[in-house]
């Protein structure tokens, strides 16, 4: 058998090529017959450039149908893909092209030029380049290849994709998934979530993170549905096209500026039968408000770059507000105390996670990769939580978040939720400062809603009932916004640069 992803996803597919695949904002389709005959060119352009089996193909290039061709065609041709955001900067892309020592490296226009003296500096042997809107040196040359390839032979264990993580404490780690990886979380995925041939995803992520190549994308292949693909997400027009859909993946902020908009209405979202959310926590303000306009009740989950997804709320059954659901089938995921014991149920510990989705481990990085595990084989995912009665996982944050102030563990998911609650505030963010006292003082950063007037002392004061003193922040600021990432996670530590002086 072969165990090449796209094998697997093609023998399904296949067995209706005309389907659409992709459906792009001006009306166009890409059928799953073009996205074969798309893919089998742009391998053999691979192969004829020299690139051998398992070398690693980078590209930092805009949404588009020719960016997920290129992503489609390295797994045919037993390659190794590497997606880079296209916010990171020169020399963050030094640091991966030297890492990763790609065979070509794909980039955006704007950024050839830089990109011909990185990849000169990095050894890289081919730089080509792809626009938004599907043009460029990549697809002039894969134009004149071959419609026809005959996907290679890959191993279970073999090298699929290798995506970097943040790098937010210290060097970027290259996390690398296997054939088995992706398609064992894809599986579970698809029959926990219900995907079938007749789903339309409206697919407003990016692509050059696992929730929307792997989570959003692999489904609808698997499944052989279709994906109303659009370039970005803008909250007027997924209102526009959510009656054409029947499955949307977001992260909260996409639910936050739906719900500001009047527009969006239970009528708009009937169609749909399933909306996720993930990357990052949802606030319950949010998931209960979702409820009442729409009558549906979002599904949360949980993954992360080295594995997919570990846990999802159920498709038919309860899904609770604040938890992250139980373990998906085939993972196992437990909680753990300092000393490796298992916590009881509602005791936060370190969440570990074992499967056949758990990534190979740290390109290049042996060392942080045998740190990263436990001698059983469970993987350190380095969040905090606890498990209830019934199985479901609740997130308390990252262990690198606790905030250790006087000598007591304070879980800054707890003191937010606290806040959060609080009329005027939008949103917060809890981090731990330096303290020459309490060794960290507990710091809340507050967004407040454009017509409330909040103070430092009035938030401070309205929380001393609801925790303990020594949960209580002892400064408050107020801001307009929170720095987040690409995917909608809090920048804590950015926040902890900002705010170390005070």
């Known amino acids: 058998m072969n165990h090449n992803l796209y094998a697997v996803f093609a023998a399904r597919f296949l067995r209706h090529p005309e389907q659409p695949c992709l459906i792009l904002a001006d009306g166009r389709a890409w059928t799953y017959a073009d996205i074969e005959r798309a893919s089998a060119k742009m391998a053999n352009l691979l192969v004829a450039l020299g690139l051998q089996v398992g070398d690693r193909v980078a590209a930092q290039v805009d949404k588009s149908p020719e960016a997920l061709v290129l992503y489609l065609a390295s ?27 790609p065979g070509l490296f794909v980039c955006r226009p704007q950024f050839r030029e830089a990109a011909l003296l990185l990849a000169a500096q990095s050894g890289v042997a081919h730089t080509l380049v792809l626009d938004e809107n599907g043009r460029g ?78 989570v959003a994308c692999h489904c609808t292949l698997l499944a052989g549905s279709a994906m109303l693909f659009e370039p970005r997400f803008d909250a007027q027009r997924a209102i526009k096209l959510l009656p054409q859909a029947t499955v949307f993946m977001g992260v909260p902020t996409f639910y936050t500026r739906l719900l500001a908009e009047p527009s969006f209405t239970r009528k708009c979202a009937r169609g749909v039968r399933l909306f996720i959310s993930g990357s990052a926590p949802l606030l319950a303000e949010t998931f209960t408000a979702f409820a009442q306009r729409t009558g549906q009740f979002i599904l949360e989950r949980y993954g992360m ?8 709320n159920p498709y038919t059954g309860e899904r609770r507000c604040g938890s992250v659901g139980p373990a998906l089938p085939g993972v196992e995921v437990r909680v753990v105390d300092a000393a490796g014991q298992p916590c009881a149920a509602g005791v936060p510990g370190d969440i570990q996670v074992r499967g056949e989705n758990i990534f190979a481990g740290y390109w290049r990085m042996p060392e942080k990769t045998a740190e990263e595990f436990t001698a059983d084989g469970f993987f350190r995912t380095g969040d905090i939580g606890h498990l209830d009665a019934d199985g479901y996982l609740f997130i308390s944050g990252r262990a690198r978040d606790l905030i250790i102030s006087g000598g007591l563990n304070v879980y800054p998911k707890e003191v937010e939720d606290v806040l959060d609650r609080l009329p005027g505030v939008a949103e917060s963010a809890v981090i731990g400062l330096p303290h020459a006292d309490f060794g960290e003082a507990v710091t809340a950063v507050v967004v407040a809603n454009q017509t409330a007037r909040l103070s430092e002392a009035d938030i401070i004061a309205a929380v001393r009932d609801q925790l303990a003193g020594f949960k209580v922040p002892k400064r408050v600021f107020i801001v307009s916004e929170l720095p987040r990432n690409a995917m909608g996670k809090v920048q804590k530590n950015l926040l902890r640069r900002q705010y170390a002086a005070a």
């Not at 797994?75 to 092209?97: C, D, H, K, S, T």
């Open 305 to 312: 770059t080295e594995g997919g997804m570990y846990t999802s």
């Open 75 to 101: 797994l045919r041709a037993g390659m190794v893909f590497l997606p880079l955001n296209p916010a990171y900067q020169a020399q963050e892309i030094e640091y991966f092209l030297n890492d990763a020592q």
């Open 137 to 214: 040196s990549l697809i002039d040359l894969a134009a004149a290849q071959p419609d026809v390839f005959a996907t290679v032979h890959s191993r279970p264990q073999d090298l699929a994709a290798i995506l970097y993580t943040s790098g937010t404490t210290g060097r970027s780690k290259g996390a690398m998934l296997t054939h088995r990886n992706l398609l064992s979380n894809a599986e579970a995925l698809c029959r926990e979530w219900h995907f079938s041939a007749d789903d339309v995803l409206l697919h407003m992520l990016p692509i050059f993170h696992i929730h929307g190549l792997f």
